[in-house]
């Protein structure tokens, strides 16, 4: 037995981040050497250029398809294909599947929605639905990353162990 869901209206990615959800602005290799980890993996020049020309609030790579920007592996390609790698989050839609690599804009649509910049750790947690102050006792970027991508959603742990007492308590 599944939960059931609680509302019609599923959050979305302005309900968990943004600077009006406690995250400052932060560029690409930002490190936050405190517990709040609003830490962002750097970028290359050119994946930077990559992410400056993606259009804010949703973009993909198709932005910038039709420039030297453009790699070679989809050049020869469906242009339909792989569209969430490089591409920014959407405000008012769900968070895609936090993986165990979302701190990499090459990786899906991993990228900020107006932020130069793929997803900070402390973001990818929230998103994730970790409590803000839940400590993560490690301090390679990859590692708290697969930590994160690798959960089951606390919120959602919470509501199966519910349902399993409601149902066989």
């Given amino acids: 037995m599944f939960p059931k869901p609680k509302k019609d209206n ?3 990615v302005k309900d968990f981040i943004g600077v009006k959800n406690g995250f400052p ?3 690409a290799g930002h490190r936050d050497n405190s517990e709040f980890m609003h830490t962002a993996s750097g ?12 259009k804010k609030n949703g973009g993909n790579r198709l932005d910038w ?3 030297d920007l453009q790699l070679d592996t989809y050049k020869k390609r469906d ?9 920014r989050m959407f405000w008012e839609k769900p968070a895609p599947t936090i993986t165990t690599k979302f701190h990499s804009i090459s990786n899906g649509r991993f990228g900020h ?8 750790l402390r973001e990818g947690a929230t998103l ?16 708290i990353a697969r930590m994160i991508g690798n959960a089951v959603p606390p919120l959602y742990a919470k509501q199966i162990a519910e349902t399993i007492i409601k149902n066989h308590g």
């Fill in 10 to 12: 599923f959050p979305v």
């Fill in 25 to 27: 602005k932060i560029p």
């Fill in 43 to 54: 970028l290359s020049e050119k994946n930077l250029e990559r992410m400056r020309k993606t």
């Fill in 65 to 67: 398809s039709n420039t």
């Fill in 79 to 87: 242009k339909n294909s792989f569209q969430d790698t490089y591409g």
């Fill in 113 to 120: 929605p107006e932020e130069d910049r793929a997803l900070s």
């Fill in 128 to 143: 994730q639905t970790f409590p803000k102050d839940y400590v993560f006792k490690t301090k390679s970027i990859g590692a």
